[in-house]
């Protein structure tokens, strides 16, 4: 599975915007970019993913580099709720049965201030 | 709304005990997966299993097995319980695909052997 490189934490003021990076130098053509976030106590749940294209939805928006080395999740307005691990995950949809494997690493964890 | 749901939220054993971690989900889901999370190594998968009576080995099954008898339920199962298997434990579920649907995750049940 192709790696992905993300800062261990960030901080975060409430209202603000919040950019997480992350790299993920090696990608293959046939590999999505997912988000995935784990509040405290809580299993982990779905945030986005895209392939090449800029993504948006209910949640967060998803910037994907030109070159696809690296992207961007952006929550418009942090909130503390938002406060969690983020993971940046790369899925090969090329195979069967491995591709439906989530690979996590260490994520960034996400403080945001009151 | 999907739902995953495990049979317990916290459990703890003693050693050499048969442990039994059920997982059901209401989604129709082809896949589903069990995982443990620890301090420092993240999330790491088990086995998953992609059908009724089928599968699949992850990165760390030593020591563990499955069940998939119905659709909708996949059960871990701790032979013999040991104090290295006292961890949290996450289930989820999946349609079926080409690795881009999402997982969606349990609440997790915190198994400790003593």
């Known amino acids: 599975d192709a790696k992905t490189t993300q800062p261990n934490s960030m901080e975060s003021n409430e209202e603000e915007p919040v950019h997480l990076p992350c790299n993920h130098s090696t990608i293959s053509g046939t590999d999505y970019i997912h988000w995935y976030r784990q509040l405290p106590s809580q299993g982990p749940e779905y945030v986005i993913h895209?392939?090449?294209s800029n993504v948006n939805n209910r949640m967060a928006s998803l910037a994907i580099a030109e070159d696809r080395k690296s992207s961007t999740l952006i929550l418009h307005r942090a909130t503390l709720r938002d406060a969690a691990v983020y993971y940046c995950i790369l899925r090969d949809v090329s195979g069967w049965g491995g591709s439906e494997k989530l690979v996590f690493g260490k994520g960034t964890k996400l403080t945001v201030n009151p | 709304d999907v739902k995953v749901t495990q049979s317990s939220r916290y459990l703890v054993k003693r050693t050499g005990e048969k442990v039994f971690l059920e997982c059901v989900q209401d989604m129709d889901h082809e896949n589903m997966f069990w995982y443990r999370q620890d301090p420092g190594l993240g999330l790491r998968l088990i086995y998953f299993s992609y059908d009724v009576k089928m599968k699949e080995k992850g990165d760390i099954p030593e020591g563990y097995s499955v069940s998939r008898e119905k659709k909708e339920r996949f059960s871990l199962i701790l032979e013999s319980a040991s104090t290295n298997q006292t961890s949290m434990y996450l289930c989820?579920?999946?349609?079926?695909?080409?690795?881009?649907?999402?997982?969606?995750f349990g609440p997790g049940t915190r198994l400790t052997v003593t």
């Open positions: 989820a579920s999946s349609p079926a695909g080409t690795g881009r649907n999402e997982q969606y």
């Open positions: 895209g392939l090449t």
